[in-house]
């Protein structure tokens, strides 16, 4: 699955706890900066679904992935 142009990633730093599945799950798009919060690397390469994972695995919820409506990109 190819991700959507116009698709955003966010990480909420505030509830960010660090465990880094992000990073293990979609190594081109996350990493854990030097405040041992996940960071959004760009531009994002990963596809849509390898976001949709790492999102998933995320143990405090802290990634959002906006992805715009088919047609709407």
């Known amino acids: 699955?190819?991700?959507p142009p116009g698709t955003v990633?966010?990480?909420d730093t505030t509830i960010c706890i660090g465990a880094?599945?992000?990073?293990?799950?979609?190594?081109?798009?996350f990493e854990?900066?030097?405040d041992g919060a996940a960071v959004v690397l760009e531009p994002?390469?990963?596809?849509?679904?390898?976001?949709?994972?790492a999102a998933r695995r995320c143990?405090?919820?802290?990634?959002?992935?906006?992805?715009?409506?088919?047609?709407?990109?």
Request: proline fraction near 7%; charge should be negative.
């Open 1 to 3: 699955m190819t991700r």
């Open 44 to 53: 994002v390469r990963d596809d849509l679904a390898t976001l949709q994972n």
């Open 20 to 29: 880094g599945l992000c990073e293990q799950h979609a190594p081109t798009t």
């Open 59 to 73: 143990p405090s919820g802290a990634i959002s992935i906006e992805a715009p409506e088919e047609g709407q990109a």
């Open 32 to 34: 854990i900066g030097e």
């Open 9 to 11: 990633v966010r990480v």
